[in-house]
RNA sequence: GUGGCCAUAGCUCAGUUGGCAGAGCACGAGGUUGUGAUCCUCGGGGUCGCGGGUUCAAGUCCCGUUGGUCACCCCA
């Protein structure tokens, strides 16, 4: 590379305004979201020692992290790949100090050393909403809630995105049910995660070796099988087919879709899913497993409804990782989602605002632009002007365009999306337009300057 | 970390068998209609990502490199 060629490390972002005012209408979103839901803004470190990481992952997560040692220092740090270690710190070290449930929500970026492609970056915003201390299932929906309010404040339908929910312990006494051995699990969820990935016979014929028929291997391929309230309880259906209680027990036959235990899990969560007013939105999915990690129950991930993109966010139940960090034994439940791939969704489903209402949603909009007649009466009184209504406390703009055409200049006024343009005429007075109407009226420039806001009768208009 | 494809103005791109670097939009200046439009004229801008090589001559062909992108690995 030249030496007067510098250009932005792999995987990282320059934000110019109108990028930077995206960025900032997301992470607003993401916070109104979860304040709505009555979670608390919290932050850590942007790093931290290089352990926290480890001891959850193992030391194969350190070619992943961005670590260093401060020159001349001997401890080694890492800049954070995610907040749920920072969380479980803090958590740890107030835990008796702390209401229950607690209930924390933070929009930081983070980042990780991996190759970026479609939807991954090195350095990214991901929101972060975690209920700590509520080991019931309504806890679980809550999560599910503050991500379905989101993403109905940015336009989205259940057609556009689809929360697939699944839980870990339904499937781990289903698969002990079947006599398939704890130590085996592991293995199996690994098997399960990666379906896609391969032809639906080789995906059969490896489900088989733990006595999975190829009918039960075909459930797993297509996933989504379909809980029914308690007004019809003891129905299940797969793949849009009932199924009645009686065939679901292994005595019955035919066990194909003996997806009773799992039923008996997920029951109680669609419950509370209804109760939230969310239910519309999720579909309960045996393929949804989420890595390995640490989920103990419900697992879910958001994923565009033709399963374009990546996994637009991703959680679930937590309920051993506070302990394994040092603190109580604590049931927890969460969810991360990150702003690449949110971004990239918006996108292709037409929900992106446009630069100028960007301007205005990230709190960008001009409230008065100031012009003259082009008298030099008039144009020594613009800078004055400006300088009154700033004091007032107000977005107040000029032109640093040499014409003093002022279809021009109001033609500027309307590109900046400003509410009002003042046109000034003569030292005393102006005209007050209002660029949102088009209407218009004479105003005294020192009225003006002095109360502002009266005049326009706030600032709302 | 492995592999495929890509890289020309701020943006979207054109550039012929290798022969003077281009368009639209955007940006800036001026003009016209004293009020956001339309229209007219002009202008600034690119070591063709970077570095080598072949050639009389390279944006064009070859090698390397950096970045982007897509897939794999991984996905906390």
């Not at 939105?281 to 640490?294: E, K, P, T």
């Not at 049931?331 to 209402?357: E, Y």
């Not at 005393?428 to 088009?438: C, I, V």
Request: charged letters at 25%; hydrophobic letters at 45%; aromatic letters at 10%.
């Amino acid at each position: 590379m030249s030496s007067h060629t510098f250009q932005a490390p792999t995987g990282t972002r320059d934000f110019y305004p109108a990028d930077a005012a995206l960025r900032r209408f997301i992470i607003e979103s993401w916070r109104s979201a979860a304040i709505r839901h009555g979670f608390e803004e919290v932050d850590g470190p942007t790093f931290e020692h290089l352990d926290l990481y480890t001891v959850k992952s193992g030391e194969g997560i350190v070619s992943e992290l961005f670590s260093f040692t401060r020159v001349g220092g001997e401890k080694t740090y890492a800049l954070r790949p995610e907040f749920t270690p920072t969380l479980a710190r803090l958590y740890a070290a107030k835990a008796n100090a702390l209401p229950r449930p607690t209930k924390w929500f933070c929009t930081p970026t983070f980042f990780r050393a991996e190759k970026p492609q479609r939807g991954r970056l090195r350095e990214f915003l991901q929101w972060n909403v975690d209920l700590l201390g509520d080991p019931s299932p309504a806890a679980d929906a809550e999560v599910i809630a503050a991500c379905v309010t989101l993403f109905e404040s940015l336009g989205f339908t259940p057609a556009d995105l689809r929360v697939k929910v699944n839980h870990r312990a339904a499937l781990a006494n289903w698969f002990v049910s079947r006599g398939i051995p704890e130590s085996e699990h592991a293995k199996l969820l690994v098997l399960l995660d990666q379906r896609a990935k391969m032809p639906a016979g080789e995906f059969a014929a490896k489900l088989a070796l733990y006595n999975f028929t190829a009918e039960q291997a075909e459930v797993f391929k297509k996933g989504i099988i379909r809980v029914t309230l308690p007004e019809r309880a003891g129905e299940v259906q797969v793949m849009g087919q009932t199924v009645e209680r009686g065939m679901l027990g292994p005595a019955a036959g035919s066990d194909a879709f003996d997806l009773s235990f799992f039923s008996e899990a997920v029951q109680p969560l669609a419950l509370e899913f209804a109760a939230a007013g969310v239910l519309d939105w999720v579909d309960f999915d045996l393929s949804i497993v989420r890595g390995l990690a640490y989920y103990t129950g419900m697992v879910f991930e958001v994923h565009e409804a033709t399963g374009a993109e990546r996994a637009v966010a991703g959680g679930g139940r937590y309920d051993n990782l506070v302990e394994l960090f040092g603190g109580p034994p604590t049931p927890a439940v969460g969810m991360g989602m990150g702003d690449v791939v949110l971004s990239l969704v918006m996108k292709d489903k037409g929900l992106l605002p446009d630069a100028g209402r960007l301007m205005e949603l990230s709190g960008q909009r001009p409230d008065v632009f100031v012009v003259s007649n082009g008298s030099p009466e008039a144009e020594a009184r613009v800078r004055p002007t400006v300088a009154a209504l700033r004091r007032l406390g107000l977005h107040a703009r000029h032109t640093y365009k040499a014409t003093r055409n002022v279809g021009k200049l109001l033609k500027e006024a309307g590109d900046a999306r400003a509410r009002y343009a003042v046109i000034i005429e003569n030292s005393e007075s102006a005209q007050l337009k209002d660029l949102t109407g088009g209407e218009q009226r004479a105003v005294r420039l020192d009225e003006l300057t002095a109360g502002y806001p009266t005049i326009m009768q706030g600032r709302g208009a």
